[in-house]
């Protein structure tokens, strides 16, 4: 069990680091390589990371086989709302509109990624497609 929770993270953070990549790219054919854009930037990475790591960390320890479909998908859709909330106010803070969809659909698109493909064990088919692409894991 260990060596499956070591490979999922190592996963999870390969997806944030390619989610990190393609934000730096944005960024620069922005034109927007300058410090007031690290700040936020690292906050929008750093937000959907720390939910997508506590996620499967509650859902490898702390929930039990027998928890209901309804408490995942809740304590899902609240680390999702807390990504959001963490994009709308950097954009609040920081209008940046070229770096916008790079906050939302980034963000969102890699924790949906991450809690995808390498989610716990109890948790492993519930999201859509993880049901037909997680068969042999």
Known sequence: MKNLVVRDFTFIFLIFAVYFGVSLIVANLAGD????WAQPSLVALAV????????YAIGEWIMRP?????SWYTLWILFLLVILGTAIAILILDPEPDLTLVY???????????????SPFHGKF???PSTHIRIGW
């Not at 959907?48 to 996620?55: G, K």
């Open 66 to 70: 027998s928890t209901s479909k309804a």
């Open 104 to 118: 939302f659909i980034g963000g969102a698109g890699a924790y949906y990624l991450a809690t995808m493909l390498f």
């Open 48 to 55: 959907p990371l720390l939910c997508a790591i506590v996620w």
């Open 126 to 128: 519930l999201f859509w």
């Open 33 to 36: 390589m300058t410090e007031a």
